[in-house]
């Protein structure tokens, strides 16, 4: 499984961005994929993630400020953010997670989102 990302770049404070995410190979085996956020020095933390069956969920902290949907046909997860703040500026990972034949995830390279004030 193969994931890319794209969408970030640099956002003026109290506007808004959308990270794609692209996947590609053994996309079938997939259970739910996902957004992480890491920021320097700090451990990588889930940000949303979507079902197979197209569920959702999401940390606390972004609840009602961003939104993960996906393009099952272009084999896409998007995250849509708002209102965003220069403390939201940080490092986001696409994530794949199978749970057969093995239990294992897979990572996107990451994309960068600099919120300027």
């Known amino acids: 499984v193969q994931l890319v990302e794209s969408g970030g770049g640099l956002v003026q404070a109290g506007g808004s961005a959308r990270l794609s995410c692209v996947v590609s190979?053994?996309?079938?085996?997939?259970?739910?994929m996902g957004w992480y956020r890491q920021a320097p020095g700090k451990q990588r933390e889930l940000v949303a993630t979507?079902?197979?069956?197209?569920?959702?969920n999401y940390a606390d902290p972004v609840k009602g400020r961003l939104t993960i949907s996906r393009d099952k046909a272009k084999y896409t997860i998007y995250l849509q953010m708002n209102s965003l703040k220069p403390e939201n500026t940080t490092e986001y990972y696409c994530?794949?997670?199978?749970?057969?034949?093995?239990?294992?995830?897979?990572w996107g390279q990451g994309t960068q989102v600099t919120v300027s004030s």
């Open positions: 190979g053994s996309t079938f085996s997939i259970n739910h």
């Open positions: 994530n794949a997670y199978m749970s057969q034949p093995c239990p294992d995830n897979y």
């Open positions: 979507i079902s197979s069956g197209g569920s959702t």
